[in-house]
């Protein structure tokens, strides 16, 4: 568990966390606007930052109490920052040694062999003798990701890693970022500005305003809130979680959990190993008894559990999947009263297009 | 022309270890209070930094004639060390060295201050957050990427001491091998109207200083080509 509540003056900017408590397990997603803190709140805790005042725990360990704090050096936080922050004297191997030299005993004995595999995991061995200054963006991330993991820290910190790399950098980390949470378990604090990283990553998500943390609350309760700042960009979004299964005879995955299948059509380059799908609430449309002579694959039934008005034309419709997952549905209010769909109605939810994350 | 005397090449020994030795010195003290003065923001930077200035703009004869009174007989620190028994520092070979490490002190100073400003102080969070302590960013962060500001402080002192005149004429006097470095052997033997001598010592002067600062920048751009962007 990280908990605590910590408060820092930067100029005209000032941090008031508020009392928080954030488990320590899994990715968790610092959202919220640029200039709402969420940057100050990860320096705070990293303790990167004297002026910090207030309290912090980390698994009952004290790192912050009033004016005293534990140095950053012995709380054993791994810091990705948004430039990478290489060390520009050094190689990429130079980089990695920094930190593996700097592990706990234990681990540092097999220094060499670690930084060989943590290059390996993250993805930067044919760079290991390349100065860093030759390196891409997206290859520079990659360093910094490695350097935080040899120094074997408890808790990862990335300060919006991937806002300076193109679309397909983007997608690579994420991809690598994810896969390193699961493998590791190592909890992670992420920040950023975009909808769609969250929830591609997010087990919860930590929603800052105005130099507070306003509600921390799972990924797919923060998407079930019909205003939920997940949905500025793209209007409501929900996200299925399931595993992929092979083609079928038409050349079609299967992608769900035991009691729901959705059947896509995918790319030949898509990642395999994706677990998360998104579906955009306007992509899908409601039927109150099943279709017949429908180009549309996916008709999954489904209840309704909650309606929410969308601006005075449009409805959000809040649909509880066979598999208990939510799916939300952005229908006309004119069609919603045609229908005269009700809560606890029995729907087939017709699903036109999804996005597989990874 | 003739070939140096025995006299000058002592001239040119002392010359060199008065400026080593102050380089030396002056590195170890300039390094904490350049990385204060980069990094501090106390009420006490600008007028320390405006003290360490001072040499700059001084005239030397007036860091001379004040060494002169502290470090003499009567003076604070040299009456100090005559009451327990020892020598006064006026006309001395360390009292020449104090004079030129609080002369040469901003050559060293402002360079080193520079180097520090520039580092982008995220490198050092991030040093932080891979458990290096203060001095271990120092020595391994702060240190090997101010390798240039550190090369201009070494050649700016030593050159600039080598170089130094007034401050010793004042404080020192022309004592065979304890004050007489090249710059006052050089005035003594116009004095004389021995030009010819005073060529010569001329001559090794500039030479010294030409290739010093020939090297200097020649030295400096391989240092720093593996920081550039290629």
């Known amino acids: ?84 922050a290489l060390f520009p ?6 980089n990695l040694a920094f930190a593996a030299q700097r592990a706990p005993a234990p681990q540092r004995v097999d220094a060499l062999e670690n930084i060989a595999a943590c290059a390996d995991r993250v993805g930067v061995t044919d760079l290991l003798d390349q100065p860093v200054t030759t390196l891409s963006g997206g290859q520079r991330q990659r360093v910094a990701m490695g350097r935080a993991l040899l120094m074997q820290p408890r808790l990862l910190c990335l300060d919006e890693p991937l806002s300076a790399l193109d679309w397909q950098a983007k997608a690579e ?61 793209e209007g409501p979004v929900s996200v299925l979680h399931g595993q992929l299964s092979a083609a079928d005879a038409d050349g079609l995955r299967h992608f769900g959990t035991a009691q729901l299948t959705l059947r896509l059509s995918l790319p030949d380059d898509a990642n395999l190993s994706a677990s998360r799908l998104r579906v955009l609430a306007r992509d899908v449309s409601l039927a109150t008894a099943q279709p017949q002579g429908m180009s549309i694959l996916n008709q999954l039934p489904a ?21 208990g997952q939510t799916l939300l549905a952005e229908i006309t209010r004119y069609s919603c009263s045609a229908l005269a769909l009700q809560n606890g109605q029995r729907v087939f939810a017709l699903v036109k297009s999804v996005a597989l994350m990874g | ?78 009456g100090t060390l005559e009451a327990l028994g020892l020598h006064h520092l006026a006309f001395s070979f360390w009292g020449i060295l104090i004079g030129s490490v609080i002369y040469s002190m901003p050559f060293t100073v402002q360079p080193l201050r520079e180097a520090f400003a520039a580092i ?93 600062l020939l090297a200097f920048y020649s030295i400096n751009r391989r240092v720093m080509s593996p920081l550039r962007p290629r």
Request: hydrophobic share 50%.
């Open chain 2, 120 to 212: 982008d102080t995220r490198l050092l969070d991030a040093a932080a957050t891979l458990r290096a302590g203060t001095l271990d960013q120092f020595f391994n962060v702060v240190l090997p990427l101010s390798r240039s500001g550190i090369l201009t402080a070494v050649v700016i002192t030593f050159a600039h001491t080598v170089g130094e005149f007034g401050v010793i004429a004042m404080l020192g006097g022309s004592l065979p091998d304890e004050t007489r470095v090249v710059s006052i052997a050089i005035y003594d033997y116009t004095q004389a109207l021995d030009y010819g001598a005073a060529h010569r010592l001329s001559a090794v002067l500039l030479g010294f200083s030409f290739l010093t």
């Open chain 1, 173 to 233: 980390l994420l991809a690598l970022i994810d896969r390193l949470a699961r493998e590791t378990g190592l909890p992670m604090l992420f920040i950023t500005h975009a909808p769609q990283e969250v929830e591609r990553l997010a087990d919860r998500v930590v929603f800052m305003v105005d130099g507070r943390i306003a509600r921390i609350e799972p990924l797919h309760q923060a998407l079930a809130r019909p205003d939920s700042p997940l949905f500025a960009e």
């Open chain 2, 1 to 78: 022309m003739t070939p140096l005397t025995p006299g000058e090449w002592q001239a040119i020994w002392l010359t060199a270890k008065l400026a080593g030795l102050t380089t030396v010195i002056l590195l170890i003290l300039c390094a904490p209070l350049a990385w204060w003065l980069a990094r501090s923001t106390s009420r006490l930077a600008n007028p320390v930094a405006a003290l360490v200035s001072l040499p700059l703009v001084l005239p030397p004869t007036v860091i001379g004639f004040y060494l002169l009174i502290v470090l003499g007989p009567q003076g604070a620190v040299g």
């Open chain 1, 303 to 323: 209840t309704i559990v909650a309606m929410h008005a969308r601006g005075r034309e449009r409805v959000t419709v809040v649909c509880q999947l066979a598999d």
């Open chain 1, 1 to 84: 568990m990280l908990e605590g509540d910590l408060t820092l003056r930067q100029g005209q900017f000032e941090l008031r966390s508020g009392l928080f408590a954030l488990p320590a397990q899994g990715i968790s997603v610092l959202f919220g606007k640029s200039g709402c803190g969420k940057s100050t709140l990860l320096r705070a805790i990293a303790g990167l930052d004297k002026a910090t005042r207030g309290t912090l725990r980390f698994q009952g360990e004290r790192w912050q109490d009033g004016g005293w704090h534990l140095p950053t050096p012995q709380r054993d936080i791994g810091f990705v920052f948004q430039d990478a």
């Open chain 1, 89 to 94: 004297h050094l190689t990429v191997r130079g």
